[in-house]
Each structure stands twice: as C-alpha cells, then as structure tokens.
C-alpha cells in the first residue's frame, strides 16, 4: 500500500499508532495531581490567569476551568445541557455512492459509529465548549492485520497540551522539560468550539463564566457568614482609657463567645452593647438577587438563553418558544462542528489505514430530526401517489417517523376502500369487456370521453414528479404543488368535466328508461 500522508505530508508511521502517546505518569508533566487554582482567588489573580494562558501557560486557566466545574452546581448543569442536546442526537453515515467498495467503507465506520461507548466518547470531545478546545487519543488495534480498527477513544486532560506560540492554534503535545511536540498524524481528534472569534484557548464559555462565578463565590461566602449570624445582633466592646493588654484581650474573647456560647464574663470596668439590624431580609435579598444574576449570565454565554435553565417566565408561550429556538440553533451548530471533526480526524484516518486514501470518503451526519406535521404530510403524499407521482417508500417512512417492516415481519394491510362512483374509463373497458356492442352511441362517447383526459393530466403529472424529485424537504415540495395548481390551465379541463356530465346524464337516463 502506497505511503500515507497527513495533511501537512507528513507520512503516517503505523507503529507510532499502536502506542499510547499522551498517557498520564506520575513523573511526568502528564500528571493527574491538580493544583487548586481556585484556591482564595480574587479578581487580580483570575486576570493574571487569562493573561498567562493568552501568553502561552493555561495551566492554571484550565486547571480554574475544571474546579468551576467542580464546585458550581449551576454552570455545569447548563454545561452538561448543552453537551447532551448533541450527544444525544442521532447519527447516520452516508455512504460516498451505492457502489459495493463505498458500501462497505462506510459499513466500517458505522461499526465504530454503532458502539455503545459512543454517547460517552462524544461527551468527552464536546469538553470544549467549556474550555474552547479538547483533546482525544485515538487507540488503535490491528490484531487482526487485514483490518485496523478503533479500540476506544480516550479524553486526554488539555493541561497536558500547548499551543504553537507562532499562531497561537495548532495544538502540541507537551513533553518532559517543557518542550512542545508536535502531534503524532492520525493519532488524536482535536476539538473546537467557539463562542466567539479568536485563538481557542480564549473561545469557551469558561472565559466568561470565571467572571460570573467570582463574583458569586463572594456573595455566597458572605451569604453563609450573614445565615451563621442570623439574628444576632452586632457585639461592640467597650474598654477604659487605663485598660490593658490582658484587659482587651479578655475582652475579645468574651464579645466572641456571645456569638457561639451566648454566655461571657467581663468585668465591671468593661461594657459590651448589642446593636441589632432594622432590616435583616434586606441582606437576604440583596445576597439572593446577586447569585441569580449571576446564573442567569452564565445561562446565556452556555446555552444562549435562560428559560430552558432558570425558572423564569420568558414572556408567555411566545417567549420561552424563542428561547428555546435559540436553544436548538446552538444545538445545530455544536452537532455541524462536531460532524465536521469526526469526519476529517476520524472518518478519514479510519478509511485511509484500511483502503487507502479516497476521493470521496463516507460522512458522518449528527443533527436533529425535523419538526413534521405527519397529517399534513401524509395527506400530501396520498394526493401525489393518487395522481400517479411515484414516492420512496423509505424517505417517506423517514419523514412520517414510521419504520418500514423488516423482511418476514408481519405488516398492516390497507381497510379495502369503500364502494363508489368508478371512473368513466375504467367503466367503458369493463363494459366493453362484458359483450357491450362496439357501435352503441352511449358507450361511444363515452370512450371518447376518456381518451381526452390523458393529454390534459400528463403533463401535469411530470411537473408533480419533477418537483418531487427536486424538493429536498416538504414545505418545499408544498410550494412547487401550489405553483403547478396556478400555472395549470383549466379551461381545456372545465370543457371535458362539463362534457363527461353531459354524457354520465344521458347514460342515467338512457338506463333508468331501460329498467322501466
């Protein structure tokens, strides 16, 4: 097989693959311990954290990102939220023709695509939306030679990754002593979600987040300091002009104790007043008020929006629709990024090691189903078929939501119709059929009758299967029908309707003065 090469052409060595490059070891710089970065934090000391990570050094940035994670009940809610809307979506691979060779190609991926660890793989790779990028090593076995396939995909933690100080993107491997290498070709899937324009390392949504979630960690410490102290009033101590140190320092201790114990003893020479708060539920309020604020910020830089995370009323059915509209576009996007990724790490390397390279490779497709009004469609369907447009079974089945039976599987069967006026055509070959003679002036017109249908309706119906053919989904096909309705004449076909109940008159009669 001919030499592999990446994007960069550089070749792929085989071997490489087999190794588990960006594994943890406790001597490395691969190492699992954390510092705790969020440790007594304070403005100055987050700024200087973005500022090191713009600068080449997230350690501490990312090591912050994942104790946010940790102990912000509310932001990885939302975070998790929004992983799952796409994890959770279903995903096709579409073969690149109905060639057996693309067949089989694409059978492979489905393979990987159809394990039961895949949900949990996503998840892993979708950790950039916090931190604008992730990274996972791809584990390969050959145990059978002929075929190369993927054992697992397995999340690297990104403080063991750098970036390329040139361009501030391409992701690098950091080795011991501080040097950055270069990632081994067909070997990892580097993810990238951007919340806003920029390098990755500044495009997560923990960049904003850190900020909102300072600031509540502040309102929260003095909120459980202020619930500790609920109902108490202030303590103030008062000493003499002479007092001395031993003097004060009992002092403290017993303006201390009033608040745990209650109980103290000072001398005479000492007084201690208790000054009490007007409005206690005020502070209440203002601590409250301070940490919704602040999740509601977070809710809109994760997920766009509140409605969906908050219990908040988003102006009626109209609003939380929208929200949740702005939701789902989130959504759309994450799942087209996140296709896109699949498809040129791992689609591509997966074909490239079995069959070689390609010039049109199977694709990987995650997005949500779309919203049809099945009565609507399936009435639409039924008027096309009726007026002999030929419809797939199978992407109506798709549409409507309705699997098609597999091969031996019992089926439904249609109610038989019931009895009715029968066509005129139809009626004149039964009754031709049935001896009438050839020369009876009724059943002549009659026939002529039916032979006139045919020029008008063909044309018609080669319009109805063109749009079909060219419609890519149903409101659109309900647009090109409403057209050919207005554009179709209906002069020549009033003409033959008035004529044929000319003729269905003359016949009643002629018939009903025969049975008398």
């Given at each position: 097989m001919a030499t592999l090469l990446d994007q960069y052409g550089r070749p792929i060595q085989r071997e490489a693959l087999l190794q588990e490059q960006a594994a943890p070891r406790l001597t490395s710089v691969r190492n699992v311990q954390h510092q705790y970065s969020s440790a007594g934090l304070i403005p100055q000391q987050l700024a200087s954290y973005m500022r090191q990570a713009d600068e080449g050094d997230a350690q501490a940035y990312l090591e912050l990102?994942?104790?946010?994670?940790?102990?912000?009940?509310?932001?990885?809610?939302?975070?998790?939220?929004?992983?799952?809307?796409v994890t959770g979506l279903a995903i096709t691979v579409e073969a690149a023709s109905e060639e057996e060779r693309d067949q089989n190609i694409a059978q492979l991926v489905r393979d990987w695509v159809e394990r039961d660890e895949l949900r949990t793989d996503l998840f892993d790779i979708m950790d950039a939306v916090g931190k604008g990028f992730s990274v996972s090593e791809i584990i390969w076995n050959n145990s059978n030679p002929a075929v190369w396939t993927i054992d697992r995909i397995e999340w690297r933690d990104p403080r063991w990754f750098g970036f390329d100080r040139a361009d501030g993107r391409t992701v690098m491997l950091k080795a011991d002593g501080g040097q950055l290498m270069p990632l081994t070709p067909y070997k990892y899937i580097v993810h990238q979600v951007k919340a806003k324009s920029g390098i990755p390392i500044r495009g997560g949504v923990v960049r904003p987040c850190a900020w909102y979630w300072l600031y509540k960690?502040?309102?929260?410490?003095?909120?459980?300091?202020?619930?500790?102290?609920?109902?108490?009033?202030?303590?103030?101590?008062?000493?003499?002009?002479?007092?001395?140190?031993?003097d004060r320092r009992v002092l403290l201790r017993a303006v201390a104790n009033l608040g745990s114990d209650a109980g103290a003893i000072i001398p005479d020479s000492m007084m201690i007043e208790f000054v009490k708060d007007a409005n206690p539920t005020g502070s209440v309020d203002l601590f409250e008020r301070l940490s919704k604020y602040c999740?509601?910020?977070?809710?809109?830089?994760?997920?766009?929006?509140?409605?969906?995370?908050?219990?908040?009323?988003?102006?009626?059915?109209?609003?939380n629709q929208s929200h949740n509209d702005v939701r789902g576009d989130i959504a759309d996007d994450d799942a087209a990024s996140l296709s896109a990724t699949?498809?040129?790490?791992?689609?591509?390397?997966?074909?490239?090691?079995n069959?070689?390279?390609?010039?049109?490779?199977?694709?990987?497709?995650?997005?949500?189903?779309?919203?049809?009004?099945?009565?609507?469609?399936?009435?639409?369907?039924?008027?096309?078929?009726?007026?002999?447009?030929?419809?797939?079974?199978?992407?109506?089945?798709?549409m409507l939501g309705v699997p098609l039976a597999e091969k031996d599987e019992e089926t439904l069967t249609p109610q038989a119709?019931?009895?009715?006026?029968?066509?005129?055509?139809?009626?004149?070959?039964?009754?031709?059929?049935?001896?009438?003679?050839?020369?009876?002036?009724i059943y002549h017109l009659a026939g002529q009758m039916a032979e006139g249908w045919q020029e008008?309706?063909?044309?018609?119906?080669?319009?109805?299967?063109?749009?079909?053919?060219?419609?890519?989904?149903?409101?659109?096909?309900?647009?090109?029908?409403?057209?050919?309705?207005?554009?179709?004449?209906?002069?020549?076909?009033?003409s033959l309707l008035a004529k044929a109940m000319f003729t269905a008159r003359v016949a009643g009669n002629v018939g009903a003065n025969l049975e008398r």
């Open positions: 990102a994942e104790q946010i994670e940790e102990k912000d009940g509310h932001y990885v809610g939302v975070l998790g939220q929004r992983k799952r809307a960690n502040f309102s929260l410490r003095d909120w459980v300091i202020f619930a500790e102290t609920y109902g108490q009033p202030l303590r103030i101590g008062k000493y003499g002009a002479g007092s001395t140190e031993e999740d509601e910020q977070m809710s809109k830089a994760v997920l766009g929006q509140t409605t969906t995370a908050d219990s908040l009323s988003g102006g009626g059915l109209a609003g699949l498809n040129r790490q791992l689609v591509k390397p997966l074909v490239d090691i069959f070689g390279p390609q010039k049109k490779y199977p694709r990987i497709r995650i997005r949500r189903p779309e919203s049809v009004d099945a009565t609507a469609l399936g009435a639409s369907i039924t008027t096309i078929v009726n007026l002999g447009g030929k419809v797939s079974a199978k992407r109506a089945a798709d119709p019931a009895a009715g006026p029968v066509m005129m055509s139809h009626q004149v070959k039964t009754t031709a059929a049935a001896g009438v003679p050839a020369g009876d002036a008008i309706l063909t044309p018609l119906q080669q319009a109805v299967e063109t749009a079909m053919k060219e419609s890519s989904s149903f409101d659109e096909l309900s647009d090109k029908l409403l057209a050919i309705a207005s554009q179709a004449g209906s002069e020549e076909l009033a």
